[in-house]
């Protein structure tokens, strides 16, 4: 199957769940089972959000409406942001994002570690560098996939799990909100930004001195 190039990824939530579901694992080579997710119009980060409680004892995951195959290579090197907020955080053992495609024919699994939520139910923002040297191999722990690797798996991709399960046993209720995956600016974007400031400063200098 060729892959399809994703276009602009940005969930906001703010006029329902978008397509998003979580997604419960027993081990990372699993395809696990998914679940619903539960909305609400207003009380995240900014504006809607979704939620979930824990749906059983495995490992839960925010799981994005990826469709099989689809190329986000063009998002290498540039930024997963997110903000989540729980109500437990005693379980760190799964605190990773997962990505998961194809690499030289096989599925491969690649995990980004995140750092876990705070103590209290305030949203804490992420933000995740996708390059192959912020992730692991799920089949070899502590391994960094090669950029060749890395590329296969963003060029096939097929699953992006945001992490969930942070409560020791099943009672913890995570959320999710504002969730966009960027791509790192062409050159010429960043000419242009610079221009533009460039400009700003010259056109505030020759006010000043009106």
């Known amino acids: 199957m060729m892959a399809v190039a994703a276009g602009a990824q940005s969930w906001t939530f703010d006029g329902g769940n978008e397509g998003w579901k979580v997604r419960d694992l027993s081990n990372y080579a699993d395809t696990g089972t998914t679940y619903s997710v539960d909305w609400s119009a207003t009380g995240g980060s900014t504006g809607g959000y979704i939620s979930r409680v824990d749906p059983s004892g495995g490992y839960y995951f925010f799981d994005a409406p990826i469709a099989p195959a689809t ?6 090197g540039g930024v997963l942001d997110f903000s989540l907020r729980g109500d437990f955080n005693d379980w760190t053992t799964d605190s990773y994002v997962v990505l998961r495609g194809l690499s030289g024919g096989n599925v491969t699994t690649l995990l980004g570690f995140v750092p876990v939520l705070p103590e209290t139910s305030e949203w804490l923002s992420y933000s995740l560098s996708l390059k192959a040297t912020a992730f692991e191999l799920a089949a070899n722990p502590g391994t960094v996939p090669t950029p060749e690797v890395f590329r296969d798996v963003m060029s096939n991709l097929s699953m992006v799990l945001l992490p969930a399960e942070f ?13 966009r995956i960027t791509a790192i600016p062409e050159p010429a974007t960043y000419a242009a930004l610079l221009g533009g400031a460039i400009l700003a400063l010259v056109t505030i200098r020759r006010y000043r001195q009106r």
């Open 71 to 76: 190329d986000y290579s063009a998002y290498i």
């Open 167 to 179: 409560g020791n046993g099943v009672k913890e209720t995570t959320a999710l909100d504002s969730v």
